[in-house]
Every structure is written in structure tokens, then in C-alpha cells.
């Protein structure tokens, strides 16, 4: 996960039916008025996401996003945000991912639902 490295992602937690990462605010993850850019929040739940649909696949099976939905309900101007992503759903041909990110006082930011094709 370069990418996920890159951007300053973190797993803390990481198993089939839960995985837990976080990303720490940082200027340079921001918009003009200081808020943590919608897109690094939507990274992280999508990062944090496939992971967890990962690690429930068959050994060999991969996935691909193929939707994903965000709803952005908090800003962000500090602290370290909390992902943490549980399965809905795990068929033979996809996998549905719910992620809620949470800032530091617990309050809900954002909650993403990504399907997963298994591959």
C-alpha cells in the first residue's frame, strides 16, 4: 500500500470482520480554509475498506472497487481520525464494506459503503 503509506495511513487493527486505521491531520491534507481535504477522509475509508474486504476473501481471490459512496457530515481541523470497517455483506461475487471515521472527541465525520468485486 504505497499509496496509503504516502498519504500518512496507518492500520491499527486489521482482521476479517473489523479493521481499524487512522490518518493524523496535517496541512498539507487540507483545503484553502483548513479543513482536512474530503478526499484524503474518502481515501482513508476506501484504503481502511478494501482491506477488510480483503482479508475475508478465499486464498488467491482478489477485489476491485467497483462503487463507493461517501457522506461527509463533520469537518475536520485537527487531531487523528479513526476508521473503522465491518463487512455488510460477503458473497461469492462481491463484498459490501461499511467504514465510519470518527475524529478525536468520538463524533462521526464521515461514513463510506464501498462494494468490492471479487476477482
Not at 482491506?51 to 487531531?79: D, F, M
Request: glycine letters at 12%; hydrophobic letters at 40%; a neutral charge.
Amino acid at each position: 500500500m504505497p499509496f496509503a503509506r504516502r498519504l500518512g495511513i496507518e492500520l491499527t487493527t486489521a482482521g476479517p470482520e473489523e479493521v481499524v486505521g487512522t490518518l493524523a491531520y496535517a496541512d498539507d491534507l487540507t483545503t484553502a480554509r483548513g479543513l482536512m481535504h474530503g478526499g484524503a477522509l474518502m481515501s482513508l475509508a476506501d484504503t481502511v475498506g478494501a482491506v477488510c474486504a480483503y482479508l475475508g476473501l478465499p486464498e488467491g481471490a482478489s477485489t476491485a472497487t467497483t462503487q463507493s459512496s461517501t457522506n461527509l457530515l463533520r469537518g475536520v481541523r485537527g487531531g487523528t481520525v479513526t476508521a473503522v470497517a465491518r463487512p455488510v455483506h460477503r458473497g461469492r461475487s462481491q463484498v459490501v464494506v461499511q467504514t465510519d471515521l470518527h475524529d478525536d472527541e468520538g463524533r462521526l465525520v464521515a461514513r463510506t459503503t464501498q462494494t468490492q468485486a471479487v476477482l
